[in-house]
Antibody, heavy 120, light 107 residues
Framework: QVQLQESGPGLVKPSETLSLTCTVS????????WSWIRQPAGKGLEWIGR???????RYNPSLKSRVTMSVDTSKNQFSLKLNSVTAADTAVYYC??????????????WGQGTLVTVSS | DIQMTQSPSSLSASIGDRVTITCRAS??????LSWYQQKPGKAPNLLIY???TLQSGVPSRFSGSGSGKDFTLTISSLQPGDLATYYC?????????FGQGTKVDIK
């Protein structure tokens, strides 16, 4: 059974770069798309973007200018970088696998999430 | 972006009640809709995909319906473990977007 685990600093200073990694276990990173999704405290879910094993990406236009995703198939990991962060980027960040069937896309499974706080 | 609007934002119901949550898309999305359950402090968990297909392992008291712009998630008989926030999500076009959530409390 595929499991995902986010890792990275829990505190980032304003204007710096948020960096997170998602490690996939119980299955290969190849053959799937993988997404990052975030959730500010007490608020809803925002899709950040997706990447596949070959490094093909799609980003949310609202964050596109600040987001970079990458993949390391040798480690079965994919990563998120978000630069020039502000307090508005404080959120729980989730990684998830995209499941695509007949054009429909849903997220399953999800990582447990990691809280990133932007503060000096 | 496609806007997803859920109603109500919150509800309180008794054990055994039938609960209905609606999700409306800002444009036609066919059946490209999924539903998630998020319990406090946990990651969301997929309940339904393609508007009406129950994910394996999800209790049959959950059901989904709708197509086009209007969708419904129904819990046929509310159980204590259903205390959670429920989200809809469209995959008709990128960026994938979610509804704002419906918080279900137990009376």
């Amino acid at each position: 059974q595929v499991q995902l685990q986010e890792s990275g600093p829990g505190l980032v200073k304003p204007s710096e770069t948020l960096s997170l990694t998602c490690t996939v276990s119980g299955g290969s990173i190849s053959g799937h798309y993988w997404s990052w999704i975030r959730q500010p405290a007490g608020k809803g879910l925002e899709w950040i973007g997706r990447i596949n094993h070959s490094g093909s990406t799609r980003y949310n236009p609202s964050l596109k200018s600040r987001v970079t995703m990458s993949v390391d198939t040798s480690k079965n990991q994919f990563s998120l970088k978000l630069n020039s962060v502000t307090a508005a980027d404080t959120a729980v960040y989730y990684c998830a696998r995209d499941v695509i069937v007949a054009g429909t896309v849903w997220f399953d499974p999800w990582g447990q999430g990691t809280l990133v706080t932007v503060s000096s | 972006d496609i806007q997803m609007t859920q109603s109500p934002s919150s509800l309180s119901a008794s054990i055994g009640d039938r609960v209905t949550i609606t999700c409306r898309a800002s444009q036609l999305i066919g059946s490209y809709l999924s539903w998630y359950q998020q319990k406090p402090g946990k990651a969301p968990n997929l309940l339904i995909y393609a508007a009406s297909t129950l994910q394996s392992g999800v209790p049959s008291r959950f059901s989904g319906s709708g197509s086009g712009k209007d969708f419904t998630l129904t819990i046929s008989s509310l159980q204590p473990g259903d205390l959670a926030t429920y989200y809809c999500q469209q995959s008709f076009s990128i960026p994938w977007t979610f509804g704002q959530g419906t918080k279900v409390d137990i009376k």
